[in-house]
């Protein structure tokens, strides 16, 4: 394509320049106040604009971009670091200072010179213009009467800005504060050597570095760093005609070119997470069947698929094993990705590959296929979709429906002879791609012809590791001892454990690790390098795992959160679906899915079934365990496990929980434990219990029909709930001495209460009476007293009362506490919490019902301290406490307290 040449701001005419000048002169006064490392200013603002200058062909800029894109870009430029800037009233400069640069560009865009539409759309472009999701943006918006693409305005700006490689990035005396030991990380160790870049004659970046003698792998490292971050963007680089690839790097001839070729050579013995290319063609190894199997498939079908796990190398099989074969048979062949509308990329990035100038929009996919196949006939074309999950991110039927149409023709094999289709991905998809769209082909995917990629063999693990490492110039150590086993024998058993093939990222880390660990000078690999260093396979590959959570950026935090979720409270790997994910991290759940399903692509989590995920390695799970999960997690973890015990056991005996000491930590954590509606019968059972009767404080929102339906529900379970009856024989009592015996039945036994013509009949003389009957050796005349002691006693006579709570006998206690609660007021809540602590269970039992009259919420809490303070097991003294904590959490928070009492 022609090279660009003339500025944004020689293209943009009229009030529109005028304006967007304004913008620059405007913002010149925030790039001076930015905060953080690599502090450009102005200098790398401008160096952005001139890079979309390079990058976007002249006739581009002229006649497909309109004015108002080529405004946002360059206001983009001017603004995207604002961020980084302590303006009045902002919170300060943000790791993820492009969406923060977002916030303040939409807060002060009539500061900035900028309407509201304008600043939403550069809003957008600047808030991914470091590691954001361009696919998090919406593909087209709105200003005024014209509609731009604010995905391709994305996608070219992000790169502009990596593209700014001026060595006052970082600048040498921040280098040395920020490192003083000198263990300079590539990115800023490489970039002073980086001198420019230009477009090669197939638009390829061409980096220029002239680096010193010691910067020369930390250049390489630097361009495959580079390379990640594009391999983000290039499909939406590549689908707007953009310039999407690098290219080899132009070094400055500072060495001997042998020695360039070396450390060429040597740069990528392994891939690491990334995928093998055509050029890693040599040194991979250990797939020969599965290339062959399907070789011979596409040759001779319409449709094939290839299906498998995530991270079983589907993508490198494509690439490094299939491509070769294709280009020694002389057929063409391109990769494309359907992302959320599979017809239109699929369409764009076919066109790109093989014809000049704008596809005509009247032309769908299957007019593009016949053209591209037509052009290269009598040779054969191949059209790979690669992650073909992608489409079930598709929300329009109509869209997907027109895509199966195309699909249906090319599977007749009578449309277009000589084409061939290849569609990849992850087998946990299966079921859905087909449910959605590959039924309607043929009926079934399962109809169509397939390779199912397994992990590998031990023998093709075995040739994967040799070959990277003989790529690397780089041994194992040939001493074994006798009767043990050789080093790759060791390393392999440790990758393997227990399964039957291996898993190809877990060779690839390992053997990556290994490299970066060897010497120089003495390139060999031995067992103490293995095991004593690196400690074996397990911790290698956990740490290798660990170092990928810096790739989430500024979301970082909460991705550990997410790992931390995934292990149980024992530092197991444990399983969790979404829904459960996002209650325990607090995380949005479109968040969620994101950092999930990027979870997946690094090899950090697999999907353990259809909706639920786990850590990938059971060592990363200990590691998470010991360093990412907080003593207070591990706490909920654990009372949220032990809670799913008790619900199954609910669900098959419809038995409450039968510990209270569980429920006073369940208690105790009430704010960050979420009981989920399902569990909402069960909590009630609990509270409905005589013997634990705490959880009111879950069912709260609740109304009391649905509490009541529950509890019609929870009934039909068989399992009745039992209140303690007491029925008083008192086979002592004279007849003469018992006139009218009346006991409360369906619970505890609250008083005997005697007829008022028990004490006119045989004890006339009012108070001083009762007061002497209070004392008496009989305790029916006790029980009579304290009967009538209920109607005239006044709050003066509470000491009375309390001396009765000592008496021996178990009904005049039951009594006196109903004579306590009568007398007490609110006045005396702190005699009432001293009781709390008396010897005596009467006393303590008097002082639980008083608090339930005259507590506020927060004694709940002294409550649970005083609970946790006895040590010795769970006593009297305990249970009166958690007596008094489940009168409380029924009195505040019980939906039909109020009627009940009533």
């Not at 895509?403 to 002879?417: D, E, K, N, S, Y």
């Not at 013509?757 to 029980?783: A, H, T, V």
């Not at 009579?784 to 006579?797: M, N, Q, R, S, Y």
């Amino acid at each position: 394509m022609p090279k660009g040449k003339k500025a944004l701001r020689e293209i943009i005419k009229g009030d529109l320049l005028i304006q967007l000048n304004e913008v620059w002169r405007k913002g010149e006064s925030y790039q001076d106040n930015q905060k953080g490392d690599n502090i450009q200013g102005t200098l790398h603002c401008k160096a952005v604009e001139t890079n979309l200058c390079k990058l976007i062909p002249d006739d581009k800029k002229e006649k497909e971009l309109s004015q108002t894109e080529l405004f946002v870009l360059s206001a983009a430029a001017c603004l995207h670091d604002i961020g980084k800037v302590v303006i009045d009233d902002a919170k300060g400069w943000k790791s993820d200072h492009g969406k923060r640069s977002m916030e303040i560009i939409l807060k002060e865009y009539d500061k900035l010179g900028l309407d509201k539409g304008q600043a939403i759309a550069v809003g957008y472009v600047v808030s991914v213009h470091g590691d954001g999701r361009l696919d998090e943006l919406p593909p087209k918006l709105a200003i005024g009467s014209e509609e731009i693409s604010l995905i391709g305005l994305a996608a070219i700006f992000r790169l502009a800005d990596m593209l700014d490689t001026n060595y006052q990035r970082v600048p040498e005396i921040l280098r040395i504060i920020k490192f003083p030991e000198g263990d300079v990380p590539s990115k800023w160790k490489g970039r002073p050597a980086i001198t420019g870049w230009y477009l090669d004659e197939k638009d390829r970046i061409i980096l220029q570095a002239v680096p010193k003698k010691d910067e020369i792998d930390s250049v390489y490292t630097l361009k495959a760093m580079m390379n990640e971050d594009l391999a983000q963007i290039s499909p939406y680089l590549k689908l707007y005609e953009y310039p999407f690839e690098l290219g080899e790097l132009d070094l400055g001839d500072v060495f001997i070119k042998a020695e360039l070729k070396k450390k060429a050579v040597i740069k990528r013995p392994f891939p690491g997470m990334a995928f093998y290319t055509k050029d890693d063609a040599k040194i991979f190894k250990g797939r020969d069947k599965e290339i062959e199997d399907l070789l011979s498939i596409v040759s001779n079908w319409p449709i094939t698929l290839l299906i498998g796990e995530s991270g079983a190398g589907k993508t490198s099989l494509i690439h490094a094993g299939l491509f070769p074969k294709l280009d020694a048979m002389s057929w063409r062949y391109v990769c494309t990705r359907p992302f959320d509308n599979p017809e239109e990329n699929i369409k764009k990035m076919l066109w790109s590959a093989f014809f000049e100038g704008n596809i005509d929009p009247t032309m769908n996919l299957l007019d593009v296929m016949k053209n591209a196949a037509e052009k290269i006939k009598p040779k054969k074309l191949l059209v790979v979709m690669d992650q073909f999950e992608d489409i079930l991110n598709c929300g329009v039927k109509e869209i997907l429906d027109d895509f199966c149409l195309r699909l249906t023709a090319v599977q007749t094999g009578t449309i277009i002879p000589n084409l061939r289709i290849l569609i990849s991905f992850r087998e946990d998809a299966l079921v859905k791609i087909n449910s959605r769209l590959l039924k309607k082909i043929t009926g079934s995917a399962y109809q169509l012809p397939s390779v199912e990629l397994e992990r590998l063999t031990r023998e093709g693990a075995t040739k994967a590791l040799l070959a990277g490492l003989e790529n690397a110039h780089i041994g194992l150590d040939p001493r074994q001892e006798k009767g043990q086993k050789s080093l790759i024998e060791i390393i392999l058993d440790d990758i393997q454990k227990g399964d039957d093939r291996l898993y190809p990222p877990y060779i690839q880390m390992v053997a990556e690790t290994l490299c970066a660990k060897v010497d120089p000078t003495n390139p060999i690999i031995t067992i103490e390098i293995y095991l004593d260093q690196l400690k074996g396979a397990d911790n290698i590959i956990a740490r290798y795992l660990m170092e990928r959570l810096k790739e989430f950026g500024s979301q970082k935090d909460k991705a550990e959160r997410v790992l931390a979720f995934l292990t149980s409270s024992t530092g197991k790997k444990a399983q969790k679906n979404l829904k459960e994910l996002s209650r325990a991290t607090e995380i949005e759940m479109d968040v969620l899915k994101e950092i999930v399903n990027k979870m997946v692509d690094l090899r950090m989590v697999s999907a353990a079934s259809k909706d639920e995920f786990e850590i990938i390695h059971d060592y990363l799970g200990k590691i998470v365990d010991e360093e990412l999960v907080k003593e207070e997690d591990r706490t909920i973890k654990f009372l949220e496990e032990q809670l799913d015990s008790f619900y199954q056991n609910y669900n098959v005996h419809g038995t409450p929980i039968m510990d209270p000491i569980f429920m006073v930590n369940l208690y105790r954590n009430r704010m960050k434990i979420k009981i989920t509606d399902e569990k909402y019968p069960l909590i009630l059972c609990t509270c409905l219990y005589k013997k634990v009767g705490l959880g009111w404080y879950w069912l709260k929102d609740l109304n009391t029909s649905k509490i009541v339906e529950m509890k019609k529900e929870h009934q039909s379970h068989g399992f009745i709930i039992k209140e303690d009856e007491t029925i008083s024989e008192l086979k002592h009592w004279d007849e003469e001495d018992r006139i009218v015996l009346s006991s409360a039945t369906g619970g505890i036994l609250d008083r005997i209460r005697i007829h008022n013509e028990f004490l006119e009949r045989f004890y006339p003389g009012g108070m001083d009476k009762i007061l002497e009957l209070l004392k008496s050796e009989k305790r029916k005349f006790r029980y009579f007293a304290l009967d009538e002691f209920l109607k005239i006693a006044k709050p003066g006579d509470l000491d009375k009362i309390i001396e009765v709570l000592l008496d021996e006998d178990y009904f005049a206690r039951d009594a006196a506490i109903d004579a306590f609660i009568k007398i007490a007021t609110s006045d005396d809540i702190d005699k009432i919490l001293e009781m709390l602590h008396h010897q005596f269970s009467g006393v303590r039992r008097a002082s639980v019902k008083a608090l339930k009259k005259f507590a506020k919420l927060e004694d709940a809490e002294y409550l649970l301290d005083l609970i946790a303070e006895e040590s010795q097991g769970w006593n009297d003294k305990q249970q009166d406490f958690f007596y008094a904590l489940r009168e409380l959490d029924k009195k505040f928070y019980c939906p039909y307290y109020e009627e009940e009492e009533k």
